[in-house]
T-cell receptor, first 114, second 117 residues
Framework: KAGVTQTPRYLIKTRGQQVTLSCSPI?????VSWYQQTPGQGLQFLFE???????NKGNFPGRFSGRQFSNSRSEMNVSTLELGDSALYLC?????????????FGQGTRLTVV | AQKVTQAQTEISVVEKEDVTLDCVYE???????LFWYKQPPSGELVFLIR??????QNEISGRYSWNFQKSTSSFNFTITASQVVDSAVYFC??????????????FGSGTRLQVQP
């Protein structure tokens, strides 16, 4: 059974640009969550999608957005990139929404903003 | 508000030593879940265990064991006879169930474990 796949693995962008990250969950999983990991702030929740609807959102500015498609694949978008957006972005998939089932994480996308 | 504290930033042990990683949590809810994840250098978070607040039984899985004590709001993780492959960052996480089980994971700051050969 394939795990959670995140693409791309590494990305370098310039301040002011926008970026889209992709996450393919484990087959059959309908919930996808996104987390940002930085040395200063640690792991922070961005948002969760279930059945193409955003079910939960963390405390991030509106520049961070996401969506989920009918096949459960999810994308997150960050517009007007800032240096502080440099981070490892992790996607997690689970069978059900919330924490009723275990969350399995991908290897992440490491975004560097220069 | 939820909070998870992992006071040990970094621990270094020699192979075959036992090591305990501490986790203290705060929540106002009576129903919540606790987790441990391992993050190797590759970056992916590897799920180790999930425990709900009503199940205080300790758990053992091979060389891993977990001690959940509600009285002290702690969920500690012990690795017996550590191995070099155990070197990683370990995260403790908490989520309360809320009304619909929608609360996200709140992570501790992590403990970096270095196992020397």
């Amino acid at each position: 059974k394939a795990g959670v796949t995140q693409t791309p693995r590494y990305l370098i962008k310039t301040r002011g640009q926008q970026v889209t990250l992709s996450c393919s969950p484990i087959s059959g999983h309908r919930s996808v969550s996104w987390y940002q990991q930085t040395p200063g702030q640690g792991l922070q929740f961005l948002f969760e999608y279930f059945s193409e609807t955003q079910r939960n959102k963390g405390n991030f500015p509106g520049r961070f957005s996401g969506r989920q498609f009918s096949n459960s694949r999810s994308e997150m978008n960050v517009s007007t990139l800032e240096l502080g957006d440099s981070a490892l972005y992790l996607c997690a998939s689970s069978l059900e929404q919330g924490v009723r089932s275990e969350a399995f994480f991908g290897q992440g996308t490491r975004l560097t903003v220069v | 508000a939820q909070k998870v504290t992992q006071a040990q930033t970094e621990i270094s042990v020699v192979e075959k030593e036992d090591v305990t990683l501490d986790c203290v949590y705060e929540t106002r809810d009576t129903t919540y879940y606790l987790f441990w994840y391992k993050q190797p250098p590759s970056g992916e978070l590897v799920f180790l265990i999930r425990r709900n607040s009503f199940d205080e039984q300790n758990e053992i899985s091979g060389r891993y064991s977990w001690n959940f004590q509600k009285s002290t709001s702690s969920f500690n993780f012990t690795i017996t006879a550590s191995q070099v492959v155990d070197s990683a960052v370990y995260f403790c996480a908490l989520s309360d169930a809320g009304d619909t089980g929608r609360r996200a994971l709140t992570f501790g700051s992590g403990t970096r474990l270095q196992v020397q050969p």
